[in-house]
């Protein structure tokens, strides 16, 4: 008998779905008694997934089934079970139809004439556009109801007030109204800073030991204040639609569900302003006050992080996504609510709120002590560094490349003798015009090509200069380095190490620093180390 895949999909677990789910098992079960196939228990997939992504775990395990050549015919209740988007329905079909698999479709006529294909990607197209409609109808209807002073996002008001929801002729409203205990909060965090000229570090510090509660049972943590400073709702001006949902950059590894779970700030043209729709617990001036003496604070801290003790400050460390330098700085864990030292992207600091830069934030002791481990252990290799110098010295002969650009600079003389010599020929009248022509042109290529390698030549020895000159500095120093390293015990003994390594670290999105500016590439054997 052969044998049948049959593939449900739902898209939640709710009571409708399920109700959907056991009519499609019964209709795609019936279509296949109908056409003689015999659906083991094993290939029934039942899968609870939105029909938008293609990539989902049953239908892949369904899909390489087909190609596998395993199933005779593929079995589903409608195009849209299978996929939302037209161009995967196809992209499945063409799959059944190389594996010699039928693709049957219970609501659909059995039919495989171009008729039919278009009825499938038609009601695909169907399905998508409905959705569109959809998304964009509630879009819309909210940011209607918004512009008519209205806030529509029931779920969650700000840390600070509650949502209130009421009947006014007939309509459902929501409405926020002040929390007075998380109110009081909010407003001491302004005055510590706007009027007693707190950091936020220290507002956190402060909170946290006289155990106020924090939002969602944790410790208060600086971007958390941050979030609540940037909030003009707490001074009565609440906008709407000032964020914008997209799928995040970092995506968890492993295949899942891509929601829309990243935030990022749209233009300002497209805020909405609700007039009246959060009732204010500070005064602007306040709120002004209060972000005058953030930006204080900060050119404040540049100055005093000079004086801390950061192995890696002075640009010593850079960001590999943009290139800033990684500056020093302070977090406190949540957990626990105790500082700890990092280093973050320069070009996302400034801005307290919004991160121009995606470069997350790194452990200080963390990417320190794994440089220094990892520089002590290379220091450790003397010999194979000294060895990596010769040889580079060996590979590199500058005096064999400055030989070669002699020799090619005669050939390339050669060649515009031999040029002149036909334009003589010519003007003699000894060749017509034709070969003159076609000499020419051959000279001229030869010239050309000549050229670019003399200089392409000229420009390796410059380079090569350059690292001889830094490798010879090594070699001289090697042993002090080592020395230095070896024993370096407090923060200025190994400052100085690093500045006589001429340290250069670069670190990666997924935290992995790259060491250069020690040693040479060949001998350098662990030049980048993960760090998580
Ligand atoms: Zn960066």
Known sequence: ???????????????????????????????????????????????????????????????????????????????DRLARNPLHVGLIAEECDKAACQLVIVT???????????????????????RLKISERTQRGKRFLARHGQITSGGKAPYGYNVVHTTVDGRKKISWVINPKEAEIIKRMFELIGNHGYTIYRVALEFNQQEIPAPRSQKWSESIIRTYL???????????FKYKAIEPKKPQAGM???????????????????????????????????????????RKASRNRIHNQYLFSGGILRCGICGHAMTSGYQIRRAT???????????????????????????????????WNELAQSLKKREIIKQGISNFRETNNLSKIETEIVLKQKQLDGFKQERVVYLRQLGKGLIDETTWVKEARRCDTRIDSLQHDIDDMRRRIETLKQQALHYDHLENTLDDLAYTVEHAETFEQKRRALVMINLNAVLTQDHVVKLNGIVPDKVQQTGALLLI
């Open 1 to 79: 008998m052969k044998s049948a895949i049959i593939y449900v999909r739902v898209s939640t677990t709710g009571q409708a779905d399920r109700g959907t789910e056991k009519s499609q098992i019964e209709g795609c079960q019936r279509k296949a008694k109908e056409l003689g196939y015999e659906v083991p228990p094993e290939w029934l997939f039942r899968e609870t997934w939105t029909g938008a992504d293609f990539e989902r775990p049953l239908l892949s395990e369904a899909r390489q089934l087909i190609r596998e050549k395993r199933a005779d015919a593929l079995i589903v209740y409608s195009t």
């Open 108 to 130: 659909e006529p059995d039919d495989s004439s171009p008729e039919g294909q278009l009825i499938r990607y038609v009601r695909g197209w169907g399905g998508q556009f409905e």
């Open 230 to 240: 940037s909030n003009t709702a707490y001074c009565g001006e609440l906008y709407l």
């Open 256 to 298: 899942r569900r891509i929601k829309k779970s990243s935030q990022v700030l749209r233009d300002k043209s497209e805020w909405i302003l609700i007039p009246n729709g959060a009732p204010p617990i500070i005064s602007r001036e306040l709120y002004d006050k209060a972000h005058k003496q953030l930006e204080i604070n900060s």
């Open 337 to 371: 609510g105790q500082e700890y030292r990092i280093y973050r992207c320069a070009s996302n600091c400034h801005s307290p709120i919004y991160h121009r830069c995606t470069m997350s934030v790194i452990n200080a002791d963390d990417v320190e002590n794994a440089v």
